[in-house]
Every structure is written in C-alpha cells, then in structure tokens.
C-alpha cells in the first residue's frame, strides 16, 4: 500500500501538529503532576451545593474528609475476643504508607503529642463547664483535683508538680468527650472506643487514608490492604463491618472499570461484525478502528492536561466515541470504497468538507457550551468529548486522504443495487413522522404532571451486598452521619471562634453535644482570658494544695512562674500555620473543622454527628447573617435542578447559534428540516420518560444536548447527499454504530449513566427516523 502525499502533505501536517502537541502537552502534564490520575469517588461527581462561597469550602472540606476516612467495626459476643481481633488489624496497618493515621485507643495519654500539648496550654484552655465550677466553687475543684490525684488519672501523676490542679486532665476529658461526641455512639472500655449492640461487642478502628492510600485504581489503594488484615481476622469467628466513603469508592471504580471494559469489547465487537458486512475489506476496518483509537487518545489526554485527572465516569461516558468518532471514518470510506467520478482521494475529501465540518461545529458548539456548566463533571464530559471528535475529523479527513483509492473491480457496494425495502411515498413517511410528533406531544400533555425538572442525589448510587448491609448496621451501631452542618463565618479568626461558642451555649441548652466544632478543641482568645481568670482563682489556693501533695514552696513558685509565661500567650488558630502545629490527633479532626480564610471572611464547620431536628439549626442560621444551615443531600439535588435548568438554557442557545450556522450555508426549505430534528428528539425523549414515570433530571437533559450535536450530524449529512445511496447508506451506519454504543450505555447498572444512555438512544432514534422520513 503506497502512501499518496501529493495533495495531502498540508493536511497531513495538520493532524501530525494537532496530535503530536496533546502528545507533548500530555508527558509534560505527566511529568509536573507526578503521573496520570483517575478518579471514581462519587462525591466528586456532584456539584456543589452552592454558590456561596462558605457552602462551597464547607463541601470541600466534607467531601475531602469523607474520601478519606474510614471506620473498622470488629465485632464479637465476647468483647476480649473482638478487642483482641481489633489490636491484630491495628497492628497490621499501623505504619503503613497507605495511612495518615491508625487509631483504636479511647486514652489521650496514648496519643503521645496530645499529652504534651494539653500540658503546655493547661491554663489557657480550662473547658467552659471547669471554669463555671471554678466560678461557683474554686475551692471545691481544688478537693475534685486532689481526688483525681489520689485516685485515678487519666494522663498519669508525672507533671502533677507544675499541674497540681489537674487542668490538663480537664481539658484531656473535654477532647476525649469531643472526640466521642463528635461522631460515633461508642464509648471508652478498657482503653478502646466498644459499643455492644444486639448482643454483639463492637470495637472500632478508625484511620485517616493517606494521599497514596486514597489514590483509586492503584495498587497503593489502602482498601485492598484493610480487607486483606481483617480476612485474617474473620477466619478467626469475628465479624468485620466496613464503613466509609473510601469503601465504596474502591468498590465503584473497580466495577466501573469492569463495566467499561465490557461495553467497550462488546460494542467494538458489534461494530466490527457491522462494518465487515458492509465493506468486507480489512482496511475500512482497521483505519476506522485506528481513528477510535487516535480519538480516544486525544480525549484522555484533552481530559488529564485539563484537569489534573480523569473521573471513571468520564471513561464510562467516553465509549460513546466508539460510535460518535466513527461516524467520521464510515463517511469517508463508503465514498472511498464508491469512488464514482472520483480520481483521487483529495476529491473524497472535497466531497465531504462542507457537511464534515458542519457537523463537527453543530457537535462541537454543544460540547462547548457544556465547559460553561458549573459541575467539573460536565466539564470533563465536554473537553472528552470535544477534543475526541476533533481528533477524529482530523483523522479522516487528513490522514485518510494518505490511503490509495482501491481498485476498480473492487469499488461499489453491490447490497445497495438492490431494492431490499419497498419504497415508501414521500407523503406517507412525512404523514407517519408528523403523527410521531403530535403523539409526542400528546403524550407530554396528558403526563404533564409528569414532567417536570427533579433531581434525587439519593437515587444516583444504589449500594448493594454486603457494603450495603455493612453500612445500614454500622449507621445503628455508630449513630453517625454528617449529611449536614453549620457554616460560621466572621471577618476575623477571633469573631468566628466567638461565634462558635455562643453557639455551642445554645446548642448545650437543648441537650445537644453530639456535633464537632474547632472550639471543642481551641478556645477564642476571649474564652482562653476567661480561663486565665479562673486559673488565677485557683492560685489563691496554690500553697494550700502543694501542701497536700507533698511539695514545698519553692516548687510553688515554679507553678506560679510558669502561669505567669502563660497568661503573655494565647493560642491563635491563624498564626503561623497553627493548624499544623497541632498534635497529629487534632489536625486530622480539626483540618476538617476549620477552613480558615477564604477571600475576605474566615470560616469553620459545626458539624452534627446526626440531625433529628433541622429546624433548630435553621433557627440558629436565621439568627445571624454570618451563619449558614446546609443540608447536603438536599442542597446538591437543588444544585442539580438549577444546573439541568442552566443546561435547558445552553440547549436553547445551541440551537439558535447552529441555526443561524446552518441558514449560512442552505435554504431557508433544507434549514426548516434540519432545524425540526432537534424538536422532534426532545419531544420522544420527554414522552417517553414522561409514560415511564421518569423525572426530567440532569442527565437525561445532558443526554438531550448531546442528542441535538449528533442528531443534526444526520440531517446534515442527508441534506449535503442529495440522492447518493452511498451516503444515505453512511447515515444509517452512522446511526447504526452510534446507538449501539449509546445503547450499551443504557444498559449500564450505574444510574447516572443508564439514565444518559437511554435518553440519548431515544433521542438518535427520534433524529435518525425523521431524517429518513423527511
């Protein structure tokens, strides 16, 4: 096969440009970000839950912690039998690289770092409830102290000479109260977090996944490695119960994967078997499956130079290319393979300009209005798409040019001689389209109740197996889950801080104490003056209580020295990095709590471990401009309504801007035709989810637009054939090849993708019988 460059080295040259720069682009992407990622965390596929600036930190922050916790619950009738279990897997992933962090200890003095911290901040961080006691009755607490001290300490006696009113044991039990509150209705047993339930003992192992550990499809995953530690663990008779965010991740990345390579083998085998009936010569073939390959390629590497990773949703979206980027190599190659009145292979590109590059701009103007949609999602959707049919127009109409004309004796298609159908009159097929149309539409009006924009985050991601079991028990177990929080803002660290612990006042008047906030842990300066008071008070009783614990005077004056130093300091969150400088304990909960300056305003999280009444916290919103209520699930399926309606908008300036591109370029008769396709496909696909009882919802409105760049590609193509049966047989393979692989979407167990797939099946159906019937 000798390759023609005579009229085609300008084109050429073209594509090798266009490829070669995302090539280059792509290595250099590789090398700055350290590798290509992939993600398949479900939360990072949703929107954000608002435009407000603190909601969207407040998501941020969420949806970070959420992909990186996780709990093991290890359970047994017999508890010393599941704490043994329990200390086994602590031991097996303790150190691990896939961790940030392994806990299992309900004792602060275990926590190393703490100890030392609560000792330096003693004085400065008294708990609100000790300096009310000190307040009502400081010589009682001091009797309260010497009693710890004689009796059972929680951080030991060696510092009882500089702590000898055990303010480091208060403010050790506040974190540890915290730090149960905050999240799981689990209690301290002989040193480990242990609930029984149901006649079961469950112990719990949490840990903070490292960024190697949270990676997915990778083999530094930190999920392999905890089910391997507790398959050990099980053969021994306990039970493991698995919950997290992290979990199901893995779980739906591996499955995605799956799924994509199953619907990309099968569709590519159905194409394949398609176009041998069709061409029976190897070279259509293989080059149209080289420009799937090339426009695949482009896609991915569009996808990574854009956004630092690709989410394997995308991929899943992205085996649609399998029929979309083809559609460019069949209608290059039925005129290849016809070749009528055709010398060279220039004049097939000639030939096929006008509608090729009308129907990549009608296709590339709705991709591009996509990048505009306020969802990363989309926008990768968009750039995947975009870059990949650019790629394969390239491809076909610049590098196939390069493949010599085949031969005489083996040019034609001797299935189109044949009268395989009967004709069906003109009048009859436009009669039969236009009662498809006002079916549609009746349709719609007598389920117009039916139709309507809604959104349910809730229905997006089923779990099954034993994750789901896994999770309803350990919601029971647990009583844990953060769906929705307080978002306190302020113009200063200090004002935010303040606001928190008013707040927690309100909030401990109705009984509430199972919600996390930073001040739990790091007191406003205002509060942290207050607990320099009330130490001052318990100095009064300084030479009395030495006494009692056997210590002279001059250790006294050490005490007193060391007060002194401390009321000059106060811990400011936003100094020097303070975050960081905590204890690695309190980093990881309060990295989550608190989200610092975000252009003009600081902000932090107040998040309850559950809500039974959210209109308390709604209440306490309403009482202050500076505080927000947010309810995740419902914000986000709000979120999605006003997206699916901004995307309802690009659709309607889509259609505008290719109709006025379409008028350019044909009569006002060919632009009328072309301009009711789009109509049509929107009408069935409404009708049909309408009589199914199926919302109108974000994805099948993605899938509509998607529908009006690929639909018109048919129209186009019809329009610019006149009465070729080469090219009409071109659309129907077009037609053919695309819904197959819209089609295999459809059958995809993943809803969101299921829901994409059927309404663009429906949609290029629609198109594809009123471009033949018009």
């Known amino acids: ?41 479900f939360m990072n596929m949703l929107p954000e839950s608002s435009v407000n600036q603190a909601l969207r930190a407040a998501d941020r922050a969420l949806s970070k912690t959420s992909s990186e916790n996780v709990f093991i619950l290890v359970g047994s009738e017999d508890f010393e039998v599941a704490k043994s279990a329990a200390e086994d897997i602590f031991i097996n992933l303790e150190g691990k690289s896939a961790f940030n962090s392994v806990t299992m200890s309900a004792d602060v003095a275990d926590m190393g770092d703490v100890k030392d911290f609560v000792q330096k901040w003693r004085w400065n961080f008294i708990p609100k409830d000790a300096q009310d006691e000190i307040s009502f009755d400081a010589l009682g607490f001091c009797e309260n102290a010497l009693s710890s001290a004689f009796g059972f300490s929680l951080l030991g006696l060696e510092n009882i000479d500089a702590d000898p009113f055990m303010l480091s044991e208060r403010v050790a039990k506040g974190y540890l109260a915290a730090i149960s509150d905050s999240g799981v209705a689990m209690s301290s047993k002989d040193g480990v977090l242990a609930r029984e339930f149901e006649g079961v003992w469950y112990v719990m192992i949490r840990a903070t996944l490292s960024k190697e550990g949270a990676k997915l499809l990778s083999k530094t995953n930190a999920v392999p490695l905890i089910y391997e530690s507790c398959k050990e663990a099980e053969k021994s008779g306990v039970k493991c119960v698995f919950y997290g965010t992290p979990f199901h991740s893995y779980k739906s990345s591996t499955a995605s994967q799956a799924e994509i390579t199953r619907i990309s083998v099968v569709c590519s085998l159905l194409v394949l078997a398609l176009l041998l009936a069709v061409f029976r010569s190897g070279v259509p073939i293989v080059f149209s499956m080289l420009s799937v390959a090339i426009s695949l390629f482009s896609a991915l590497s569009a996808t990574q130079i854009v ?143 039916s139709v309507k924009i809604k959104n349910n985050i809730s229905s997006l991601y089923k779990m099954e197996g034993k994750l789901k079991d896994d999770t309803i028990l350990a919601y029971k177990i647990l009583e844990y889950s953060p769906a929705s929080y307080l978002i306190v803002s302020g113009d200063s660290a200090e004002e935010v801080l303040e606001k928190e612990e008013a707040i927690s006042e309100k909030l401990a008047a109705k009984g509430i104490r199972d919600y996390l906030c930073t001040t739990k842990f790091v007191p406003s300066a205002k509060r942290q003056s207050s607990s320099l008071e009330c130490a001052e008070r318990l100095l009064e009783n300084l030479d009395e209580q030495m006494d009692f614990l056997g210590f002279d005077k001059e250790d006294a004056d050490k005490v007193r020295a060391d007060f002194a130093s401390a009321k000059k300091m106060r811990f400011n969150i936003e100094e020097n990095n303070a975050i960081s400088s905590l204890p690695a304990a309190l980093q990881s909960v309060l990295g989550s709590l608190w989200l610092g300056k975000s252009g003009e305003k600081y902000y932090s999280l107040i998040v309850p471990s559950k809500i039974t009444d959210s209109s308390l916290y709604e209440e306490l919103a309403d009482g202050d401009e500076g505080v927000f209520f947010d309810n995740k699930v419902d914000s986000i399926s709000k979120g999605l309504d006003k997206l699916t309606l901004f995307i309802c908008k690009i659709f309607a300036l889509a259609y505008i801007v290719i109709f006025a591109l379409v008028r350019r370029a044909y009569s006002w008769k060919k632009t009328l035709k072309i301009a009711f396709i789009p109509l049509f496909s929107v009408a069935a696909v409404v009708a049909v989810f309408a009589v199914s009882g199926m919302a109108i919802e974000f994805f099948s409105v993605t899938g509509l637009i998607l529908v009006f760049g690929l639909g018109l590609d048919y129209i186009i193509y019809f ?36 829901v994409l797939g059927l309404s663009i099946l429906v949609g290029l159906t629609s198109a594809f019988i009123a471009t033949a019937a018009g």
């Open 1 to 41: 096969m000798t390759i023609d460059l005579s009229n085609n080295k300008l084109f050429f040259r073209v594509w090798l440009c266009f490829h070669l720069a995302l090539t280059l682009l792509l290595l250099g992407s590789a090398f700055v970000r350290g590798g290509l990622f992939f993600d398949a965390d």
């Open 307 to 449: 956004f630092g990773k690709i989410h394997s949703l995308t991929l899943v979206f992205g085996t649609t290319l399998i029929g979309s980027s083809i559609d460019y190599s069949l209608h290059y190659f039925m005129a290849w393979k016809s070749a009528k009145g055709i010398t060279s292979t220039a004049d097939i590109r000639k030939k096929l300009f006008k509608g090729a590059t009308l129907s990549l701009f009608s296709t590339l103007i709705c991709y591009a209005l996509l990048v505009f949609a306020p969802f990363a999602l989309v926008k990768q959707m968009a750039v995947f798409s975009f870059a990949g049919i650019a790629s394969t127009y390239l491809t076909s109409l610049c590098l196939f040019p390069l493949l010599p004309l085949p031969s005489e004796k083996k040019r034609g298609f001797p299935f189109l001689e044949k009268q395989i159908l009967p004709k069906v009159p003109k009048i009859a097929s436009r009669i039969v389209l236009l009662s498809l149309f006002l079916l549609s539409v009746a349709l719609i009006f007598v389920k117009r109740d």
């Open 719 to 754: 329009v610019q054939a006149g009465g070729e049966k080469e090219e009409k047989a071109a659309v129907f393979l077009s037609f053919a090849t695309t819904a197959l692989s819209f089609g295999a979407l459809a059958l995809s167990s993943f809803v969101p993708v299921h």
